[in-house]
C-alpha cells in the first residue's frame, strides 16, 4: 500500500492512468507537471498518449517545470480521500474548485505561458488524480 505523498504512489497513479483509455479520450498531453507536498517535490512528466516519468526532485528543479500544484498535506490527503470515497473528485475537491477557491495560487509557474498547460491539459491532470479511486494509500503520521 503506497504511501502518499512518495514517488511509489505517483507512478501507482501513472500507470493507471497509461492503461486507461483517457489520453485516447482526451488527447494528447504535454507538460512537465509538479507536486508540493510540505517540503517534498514531484514531477510527473506527461508526453504524448502517456505518463513518461514520475521521480522526486529538489525545489530548484520544480522551479523549472511548467508548473507545481501547491497545498498543504491536510489538504492533499482531503482531495484524495474524497476521490477514494466517491470514485472521483467532487465538485469541492477538482483541480478546478481547488485553483478558483484558493488564497494562493494552486498551480505555481513563473513563465504564465507554461504555466497555462494546467488549464490546458486540465482534465488529463484531473484523470491522473482521480486514479486516487483505485490505490489503497496510507498518509505519514500527523497527517490529519
Not at 507512478?11 to 517534498?40: I, P, W, Y
Not at 492533499?76 to 477557491?101: K, V
Amino acid at each position: 500500500m503506497p504511501e502518499f505523498p512518495s514517488v511509489e504512489w505517483f507512478r501507482a497513479a501513472a500507470d493507471l492512468l497509461n492503461a486507461s483509455d483517457s489520453f485516447k479520450r482526451l488527447g494528447t498531453c504535454d507538460a512537465e507537471m509538479g507536486v508540493q507536498v510540505g517540503d517534498r517535490y514531484f514531477e510527473i512528466d506527461f508526453e504524448a498518449f502517456e505518463v513518461k516519468d514520475v521521480k522526486e526532485i529538489d525545489a530548484k528543479r520544480a522551479e523549472e517545470l511548467d508548473f507545481v500544484l501547491v497545498q498543504s498535506p491536510e489538504a492533499w490527503r482531503a482531495m484524495i480521500e474524497d476521490i477514494q470515497r466517491n470514485g472521483r473528485a467532487t465538485h469541492e475537491y477538482t483541480l478546478n474548485s481547488l485553483d478558483l477557491r484558493s488564497a494562493e495560487e494552486f498551480a505555481r509557474g513563473k513563465d504564465y505561458h507554461r504555466r497555462d498547460s494546467f488549464y490546458r491539459f486540465n482534465q488529463t491532470f484531473q484523470e491522473y488524480f482521480d486514479m486516487a479511486a483505485k490505490i489503497p494509500t496510507t498518509f505519514p503520521a500527523g497527517v490529519a
